[in-house]
């Protein structure tokens, strides 16, 4: 397991703007649930809650008497996206100059009221991406100790290595579920094996409680007799799917509901009977393996 994040990442995407508008003693007292639970490490980007939500964590962050070092603070840039903040966008599109990556890192330095970042991920690639302007905000930002770690987030492998033949990669954040498991096929994963990058998993429950097709109703079909055998939920079971993946997957959840954020984290504890996992797979593809 990597020792630098806590196993089970706590998404903030739903705690602004986009989602529960939290306020502050709301927020703190979710921080504080999480660390009580050993989720340490807080995933962020600055486009969440159309570049609102860092502020309004940061306020609260600095009001909850939390030591800075024994969280982990994680934020993406590059995304520039349509929404109110940014009227000069005219259409969504990234970028990746140097000056822009320096800025942007800053600035969420500065709303979400810390000295550092622990890790800072692109969070798309573009096909304008030079690797070179890359490096020079990652090498300025490194050596200022505003950053600690850099990453990529929805990477395919040859852009990985695009990028890291100037900046060494140490975490690509992907969407990976038992309803969106592409990268398990694709190389994705195996990619990050081979080059020791971390996968972090968005999005780690896929669809299965956000959709009714056939494809979840075969999964839940499954879950039911599942979660009686593990005396788990079936979160806990999604979760456990995913995390068996050689790969050493972090799963960032989304939810700000106390009770699933704990089944979370008992989740890693959770091991899956060799066919069980298969026979998960099965339901989700709606046929066997070859």
Not at 52 to 70: L, P, Q
Not at 86 to 106: F, G, L, M, Q
Not at 195 to 215: A, D, H, Y
Request: proline share 4%; aromatic share 8%.
């Amino acid at each position: 397991m990597n020792k630098k994040f806590s196993k089970i990442i706590q998404g903030c995407m739903t705690w602004g703007a986009w989602g529960k508008q939290l306020n502050d003693t709301q927020m703190i007292d979710l921080m504080n649930h999480c660390i009580s639970q050993g989720i340490t490490t807080f995933d962020h980007a600055d486009i969440y809650g159309d570049y609102s939500t860092e502020e309004d964590f940061g306020t609260a962050f600095a009001k909850a008497n939390i030591d800075r070092s024994t969280i982990q603070l994680i934020s993406k840039c590059g995304i520039q996206y349509t929404g109110n903040a940014r009227p000069e966008n005219r259409v969504k599109h990234y970028e990746y100059t140097a000056k822009y990556i320096i800025w942007s890192a800053e600035r969420s330095l500065q709303l979400l009221q810390t000295e550092y970042l622990d890790l800072l991920l692109l969070h798309r690639p573009s096909p304008l991406m030079q690797s070179d302007e890359v490096q020079k905000a990652i090498e300025q930002l490194k050596a200022s100790g505003k950053i600690l770690d850099f990453g990529v987030s929805n990477f395919t492998p040859s852009q990985i290595d695009l990028i890291s033949t100037k900046s060494p990669i140490s975490v690509n954040q992907i969407e990976f579920s038992l309803t969106q498991h592409t990268a398990m096929h694709d190389g994705t994963l195996d990619h990050m094996q081979t080059k020791g990058i971390v996968p972090m998993s968005w999005s780690p429950l896929g669809s299965v409680f956000r959709e009714e097709t056939p494809q979840t109703q075969r999964i839940k079909t499954l879950l039911g007799t599942l979660t009686e055998k593990y005396n788990a939920t079936e979160d806990q079971l999604l979760l456990a799917w995913i995390m068996q993946h050689p790969s050493g997957v972090h799963p960032v959840i989304g939810t700000t509901n106390k009770e699933r954020i704990t089944n979370a984290v008992k989740a890693v504890s959770i091991t899956l009977e060799l066919q069980d996992w298969f026979a998960l797979l099965i339901e989700s593809q709606g046929h066997k393996v070859p």
